[in-house]
């Protein structure tokens, strides 16, 4: 069964003006349906058009002959991750069980805020940082092109996209400005808290 495209979870224009319906429809349309097409072209006929994107992913991580099959298996399943990980009007306050957490485990939300957005200021180059679960333990980190802590046995709870094409059309080349606004803004607490419960 061939993988598809999934939908994002709102209106192109639904995070205006922090993103623009522009980058979304290149992000999206452009950039994830590539992924999802070449991951079809790798797969077809073989005994992994079947497998799930978790499936292909660990099973191809760290296989130098597999790059392909990893690269694009990672970008689809960490892009339809991603678009999760916002909504319109997002960004506020944390539901309580994922704030008593943070706290918990980082000291603070503030303290939490900072090591995110260092991760994703120190990403060089294309990647993502990530607020993931280790052993029990929440835990920030970064992750270079379509690598994710998914395909090291964690369990994501949070990503942001830090490859250029994710921001470039509304930040240019303001990286620190995009990472700001998607922690104020655009972050889906819910979506997160969501993910905790069920790591």
């Not at 333990?137 to 964690?154: I, Q, Y």
């Amino acid at each position: 069964m061939a993988f598809e495209l999934p939908p994002l979870p709102y209106g192109y224009d639904a995070l205006e003006p922090v993103m623009s319906a522009q980058t979304l429809h290149l992000h999206h349309d452009k950039h994830h349906q590539t992924y999802v097409t070449n991951l079809n072209n790798l797969t077809k006929d073989t005994p992994l058009a079947d497998a799930s994107l978790e499936d292909i992913i660990k099973q191809t991580v760290g296989d130098a002959s597999k790059i392909g099959l990893f690269n694009n298996a990672g970008q689809v399943w960490n892009h339809t991750f991603y678009w999760n990980c916002m909504k319109q009007n997002g960004g506020g306050d944390l539901p309580a069980e994922l704030q008593k957490r943070i706290v918990a485990d980082f000291g603070s939300v503030e303290k939490f805020r900072e090591e995110f957005t260092q991760a994703a200021l120190t990403q060089f180059g294309s990647g993502w940082a990530w607020l993931y679960v280790d052993g029990g333990k929440l835990k920030v980190g970064k992750t270079a092109n379509a690598d994710s802590p998914l395909a090291h046995g964690h369990t994501p709870l949070l990503t942001v996209d830090v490859w250029e094409h994710a921001y470039y059309v509304d930040f240019q080349n303001r990286r620190p400005d995009f990472v700001k606004a998607f922690l104020d803004s655009l972050v889906n607490w819910d979506f997160v808290a969501e993910q905790l419960a069920k790591a």
